[in-house]
């Protein structure tokens, strides 16, 4: 195990703040120095200051890519925080017919919330036109989001019936695992989506979830994300936020119409 120093740790709490808007706090070091350990096995090196003169010699942006994987969190579970999707039941169950329906999941990680997501729009629309987007920054969760498979020690999230009608039971060599539907997984698309840089065209939403993020952001990155971000949601629309975090002082636009639960103006 090599040693984690303080300058070094600087250097790369400068490198990740840069790219992702993250801002690690001291109590991290720990977490980088061991997520790190591995390249430094990989290429034989002696010091967490030489992987990060070849970080910085990375010319195609790969290992630039694997380092931003490895030092962001992707905890999530289907159905976390149930109110919100309690919200989005209530939402659609009163929504009058006509228009395309989006929802966007701005921290997707493994995919667990955008096909939780998936799950309440074909129960409550049906057939009808709707649309779940799943973005993220890490490109390892976003391949395992696209597969749509999971453990089913992972799955007590999911009512009964949704796990019933949407979900597969592995067998053979798939055993204790659970495949979402191909129907499901055709109406949810994933893409690697960076909310610290102008954001692609990804369209207009009705719903966006960025839940659990915010609260790896400074003040000053917090609202240039917010703001990129409102700019993607339909007037009217709903902006739903993890239950540690909110939006109060980081936008004039939006009105809390529930805890975490914010309307556009």
Request: charged share 25%.
């Amino acid at each position: 195990m090599k040693t984690l120093s303080n300058r070094e740790f600087s250097l790369y709490k400068t490198f990740i703040f840069d790219i992702a808007g993250i801002d690690l706090k001291e109590n991290k070091k720990t977490l980088v120095s061991s997520r790190l350990q591995k390249r430094l096995v990989h290429y034989s090196l002696n010091s967490f200051g030489e992987y990060y003169d070849l970080l910085n010699a990375d010319q195609s942006g790969e290992e630039k890519q694997i380092v931003v994987d490895l030092l962001t969190t992707n905890e999530t579970y289907f159905f976390r925080e149930p109110a919100h999707f309690d919200f989005l039941t209530e939402l659609l169950s009163s929504r009058k017919a006509g228009g395309h329906f989006r929802i966007w999941s701005g921290a997707s990680s493994s995919g667990q919330e955008a096909y939780s997501m998936a799950m309440i729009l074909a129960d409550k629309l049906g057939q009808v036109d709707w649309e779940v987007v799943g973005t993220d920054l890490s490109t390892r969760v976003l391949a395992t989001a696209r597969t749509g498979l999971y453990s089913l020690m992972r799955t007590e999230g999911i009512p009964p019936a949704y796990l019933r009608r949407f979900c597969l039971k592995g067998s053979g060599p798939h055993e204790g695992e659970l495949l979402i539907i191909p129907e499901l997984r055709a109406r949810v698309t994933f893409s690697h989506v960076n909310l610290n840089a102008e954001l692609p065209d990804l369209g207009q939403f009705d719903v966006i979830f960025l839940r659990n993020v915010m609260i790896y952001f400074n003040d000053e990155t917090k609202k240039e994300i917010v703001k990129r971000i409102l700019a993607k949601l339909k007037p009217g629309g709903y902006f739903i936020v993890g239950h540690s975090e909110s939006l109060k002082g980081l936008s004039d636009n939006v009105v809390a119409i529930k805890p975490t639960i914010y309307q556009k103006q």
